[in-house]
């Protein structure tokens, strides 16, 4: 008998809001995209390096299995990584994954069962709930003092035995910001032994200056209950390539063996070869590619903090914005009134209802396509 088990999900937002834009279009009406977690100009490219590493391997012929967790090579090279991050890490630590989300559902299906509680960040990332949802696990919300500092006394009183997981992500989705009270947030779970800790870190490289990532791994007294989720997706613009990474303690990590050998078996070899050259491309890359995002995102938000009736957060990483709309303003409207004029952003009540009365947009895109973009918003608040 057929057993629909997604009946009550629905795709994310940004989903419906890309079809809806794709309908638009079909329709003549030229759509600026800013709704996409992803580079959207073509200026952005991968390391050069890992580009000609991914055809010199399937040149070569590599395109056979790997073992499951990955190449010994690139587990070495993000071992390091991790350790100069400040989280001491071996390479049996490291597990390859096809991306961030993959690891992220590999870490909820292996770790949470259902009745169990996870707490997530507010607003936070949908495949998070999805998965909790699908496994019937019982949701709580952290929630943030100010966009940069999450309220630790609320996260501790969350906290019961039947607690599971607690999720943390900086620099944050969908806004933008650095929680920098991750010391406080540490010795506060360092009372609570029996919790996991889930650390988000997929926009570790990209952390504009002065401000800086740190990572709850690199807590000694969390070492052995924190996993690591991160991704060569926005670090090396390899997001269609999907390759991400989990860094757990080894009793946790030889568990995602398993789950990788019944699904998926490994990440493609000629991809792994990819991330391994860009992990070694010369500091230049990442340094330009930083400096590129950091001068669109000053662009869109001087144009966004112009306006009266928006208030916008300045990002310290990631490549996104989080406007609030005025109050009252629903957010969900604002998006469909935005793609009649052209311009295509995700409800910010997408990302958990704090999120609701904000809108994110991606500011990857050409300069020309981003300045349209932001106006357009700007002067449709001007209008109303």
Request: charged share 25%; aromatic share 8%; hydrophobic share 40%.
């Amino acid at each position: 008998m057929y057993i629909d088990r997604f009946a009550h999900f629905e795709l994310p937002p940004q989903w419906s809001t890309m079809r809806e834009a794709a309908r638009l279009e079909k329709e003549g009406i030229r759509i600026i995209h800013m709704e996409k977690g992803d580079y959207i100009s073509p200026e952005f490219k991968p390391p050069p390096e890992a580009m000609e590493a991914m055809a010199a391997s399937l040149k070569q012929g590599y395109v056979r299995y790997s073992p499951g967790p990955g190449i010994w090579p690139l587990r070495e090279a993000l071992a390091l990584e991790m350790t100069r991050r400040g989280r001491p890490t071996y390479p049996e630590e490291i597990i390859i994954t096809p991306g961030a989300k993959y690891g992220i559902a590999a870490t909820f299906l292996l770790f949470l069962d259902q009745g169990d509680e996870v707490i997530m960040p507010n607003p936070g990332y949908p495949p998070d709930e999805f998965w909790a949802r699908y496994l019937k696990a019982t949701i709580k919300y952290s929630r943030f003092r100010d966009p940069r500092h999450l309220d630790v006394d609320h996260l501790a009183a969350q906290i019961t035995p039947r607690t599971k997981l607690v999720v943390i992500n900086t620099p944050q989705r969908p806004n933008g910001q650095i929680v920098e009270n991750t010391d406080e947030i540490a010795a506060m779970l360092e009372h609570f032994p029996h919790v996991l800790i889930v650390s988000d870190e997929i926009f570790s490289r990209l952390v504009y200056p002065p401000h800086q990532h740190k990572s709850l791994g690199s807590h000694p007294a969390l070492r052995e209950r924190t996993i690591i989720i991160d991704t060569f997706s926005k670090s090396f613009v390899m997001t269609g390539l999907r390759i991400g990474w989990v860094t757990a303690p080894l009793r946790l990590a030889e568990k995602y063996d398993i789950l990788l050998q019944n699904s998926c078996t490994n990440v493609s070899t000629i991809i792994q070869e990819a991330a391994l050259a860009a992990l070694k491309a010369p500091p230049a890359y990442s340094q330009k590619l930083l400096a590129t995002l950091q001068r669109k995102r000053d662009l869109a938000w001087n144009i966004l903090n112009s306006s009266p009736n928006l208030v916008t957060d300045n990002a310290q990483g990631t490549f996104y914005l989080f406007p609030k709309l005025p109050p009252g303003v629903d957010d969900r409207e604002t998006v469909q009134k935005l793609l009649r004029r052209g311009v295509a952003v995700v409800p910010g009540s997408a990302f958990g209802p704090a999120g609701a009365g904000s809108i994110r947009l991606t500011f990857s895109l050409e300069d020309e396509l981003l300045q349209q973009g932001v106006e357009r918003i700007v002067k449709m608040f001007a209008e109303d």
